[in-house]
């Protein structure tokens, strides 16, 4: 396995190895010519164009932020939208934080902005727009 200095490049060499054994099979899969995927990588992963990454991550199923798995069965668009909620609310200061979390408390209890959860046959739950 090759080692990488930059974390979240080694974390997308480990799932590329761990989903397809190596980068050549790999770059195979995705068309992109095994040598550029090897100077991607070798120059670390950010310095590949948005479009590949976010092509490269939506094939392995990563978080195109830190290369880590998705969790539960979000979309990446999902998992994308909730970054950059959290993000923007980090650089308000508290008065602002404050005021951001009154008005989720109203917008939480109109149903049309709601998700509902129903049960499903194994017990467990299954998310549902209302």
Do not use: W
């Not at 054994?21 to 992963?45: D, H, T, W």
């Not at 976010?54 to 069965?73: H, N, V, W, Y």
């Amino acid at each position: 396995m090759r080692k990488f200095d930059d974390p979240r490049t080694q974390n997308l060499a480990n799932e590329i190895e761990r989903q397809y054994g190596n980068l050549r099979k790999f770059s195979q899969r995705i068309e992109i010519p095994y040598s550029s995927l090897v100077s991607m990588l070798n120059n670390g992963a950010y310095t590949m164009s948005y479009g590949t990454m976010l092509k490269i991550c939506m094939l392995l199923e990563l978080d195109p932020i830190d290369f880590t798995p998705l969790t539960g069965s979000r979309s990446m668009g999902e998992h994308l939208l909730e970054k950059q909620i959290m993000d923007t609310f980090s650089r308000f200061n508290q008065e602002g934080k404050r005021k951001v979390m009154e008005l989720l408390e109203i917008y939480v209890q109109i149903e049309k902005y709601t998700v509902s959860f129903s049960r499903v046959p194994d017990g467990g739950k299954q998310e549902q727009e209302v």
